[in-house]
């Protein structure tokens, strides 16, 4: 885990009050981190609630080491519409930190005892399936329904063997074929009750397979405040020549967000779709069709 991340000025600077009333949905989740400890997240949240009431917030996280003071706090900005996902893949502390390495149990389970008790947002448990919680998956669920939680979802994941591998072995892979057969995550979700908040997109038809250019994949900006057409984008697993010529172009910590998407740049990918489509993009979208 980095220690970077995005202060509430910088934020501010990007997503102005004028910026925020067309934004209706944010996802807060870290691709190389966490965003529950940016030391400035509490006070994020309450800006943009503060400048548009009614945008949608989905917050992503392992859920460990805040007090219950702190998620009461956080409760009390979210609404009805706001979503927060937990992502749990054990049901103790043995089990969940075999993946999510210095995790700790005991917190995260007080944290969504005290977010349930303060909010009305809709709590999500995520666990991915490993080799050491495939058979114990209906148990998971149950502790899910047993905390209150509004939905569980059982993500199937691609990302084994290769680099994890110990001695051509993965160790954490499941052995019992729960795996997903594209390079994409394979959610199953089961709903605990009848609310479930409305999920918004705006889906175009630009592009016979570039999910950024028809909207169907969010975009990303990173713990070093980098704009990108999606998350999978510049994740580090491939080399990306396109981050690398414009990366000062890119960064809210430099220029404003509508600067950065009203830059012509934006061209030159689109037509590299075409031509020339970076190694991400094809592994992601072209050849995940």
């Given at each position: ?11 501010q600077r990007a ?48 859920g460990s080491y ?224």
């Amino acid at each position: 885990m980095v220690n970077r991340e995005i202060t509430l000025l910088e934020f501010q600077r990007a997503f102005t009050r004028d910026v925020l009333q067309d934004i209706h949905e944010i996802t807060f989740c870290g691709d190389i981190g966490d965003p529950i400890y940016a030391k400035d997240f509490l006070e994020i949240v309450r800006y943009i609630k503060s400048a548009r009431h009614n945008t949608s917030l989905i917050i992503v996280t392992n859920g460990s080491y805040k007090t219950a003071e702190w998620w009461t706090e956080l409760g009390s900005l979210l609404h009805i519409n706001d979503k927060v996902t937990f992502s749990i893949d054990g049901w103790n502390q043995a089990s969940n930190e075999q993946y999510r390495v210095n995790s700790n149990f005991e917190s995260i389970v007080a944290g969504a005892r005290a977010l349930r008790k303060a909010s009305s947002c809709s709590m999500n448990w995520s666990a991915i399936y490993f080799k050491f919680n495939e058979d114990k998956m209906p148990w998971i669920e149950d502790l899910a329904r047993e905390l209150e939680f509004d939905t569980f979802d059982a993500v199937l994941s691609s990302k084994f063997d290769g680099m994890y591998a110990v001695n051509g072995v993965d160790p954490l892979k499941p052995i019992r074929g729960y795996v997903a057969k594209t390079s994409k995550y394979e959610v199953h979700t089961s709903v605990f009750t009848k609310h479930v908040p409305m999920v918004l997109h705006r889906v175009v038809d630009r592009h016979p397979w570039a999910r950024c250019a028809n909207w169907t994949k969010e975009m990303f900006i990173n713990v070093d405040g980098l704009v990108f057409p999606c998350p999978w984008f510049n994740s580090g697993y491939l080399e990306n020549d396109f981050v690398d010529k414009y990366r000062d172009r890119l960064s809210i910590k430099t220029r404003t967000l509508k600067e950065i998407i009203d830059d012509p740049l934006w061209n030159e990918l689109l037509t590299r779709f075409e031509i020339a489509p970076l190694e991400i993009c094809k592994l992601k979208c072209r050849d995940a069709q």
